[in-house]
């Protein structure tokens, strides 16, 4: 019968969700182990993180793709909204995966800047190099391919660098 408990209570432990909040204040003393004490109302500390975390959702039986947080950005025990396209900035949509407006894949990871590339005002990176005056090569616009071997050993007898 101890079996069972023991095994009931780990498989509810293993249903308490433990997400990470965010937290400015100091929560050490001189040990550097997080302590409850020093915790702000709501979170607990993690053995995990060392930090200050949310407190676990206890006994919440709502099956959600995505939960709601509360104004300190724990998850509660309600269901987000779904983001809807319509509500997106332009140059966005809403993903499935993460129930947030992500950037649209233009295909310019087939293409190599070696300052990597600019971004939009929706921090969404666009098909134009960073840097344009430091890479001679790029003329500001994506390069097809990573400068090859041969073009790295001769720039670098040139005292160039790629």
């Known amino acids: 019968m101890k079996f069972f408990r023991g095994v009931l209570i780990v498989s509810l432990s293993l249903l308490v969700s433990f997400s990470v909040c965010e937290s400015d ?8 182990k997080c302590h409850d004490d020093f915790c702000p109302g709501g ?9 200050c975390d ?7 039986f709502v ?12 998850e509660i025990c309600q269901c987000a909204p779904r983001c809807k396209n ?9 993903s499935r995966v993460t129930n947030e407006c992500d950037c649209e894949d233009h295909g310019c990871p087939s293409h ?9 005002l929706n921090e969404c990176q666009v098909c ?26 001769k720039n670098y007898f040139k005292g160039k660098k790629n």
């Open 43 to 51: 979170y607990k500390c993690s053995p995990v993180t060392n930090d």
């Open 112 to 120: 190599y800047c070696p300052n990597g590339f600019e971004t939009d």
């Open 128 to 153: 134009i190099c960073k840097g344009e005056n430091n890479c001679k090569d790029c003329d500001g616009k994506a390069t097809t391919q990573k400068p090859g071997f041969w073009k790295k050993f």
């Open 63 to 74: 099956m959600c793709p995505f939960w709601a947080k509360n104004e300190k950005g724990c």
């Open 86 to 94: 319509e509500t997106c900035p332009k140059g966005t949509y809403c």
């Open 25 to 32: 204040e100091e929560n050490y003393e001189d040990d550097g």
């Open 54 to 60: 949310c407190e676990r959702i206890v006994r919440c």
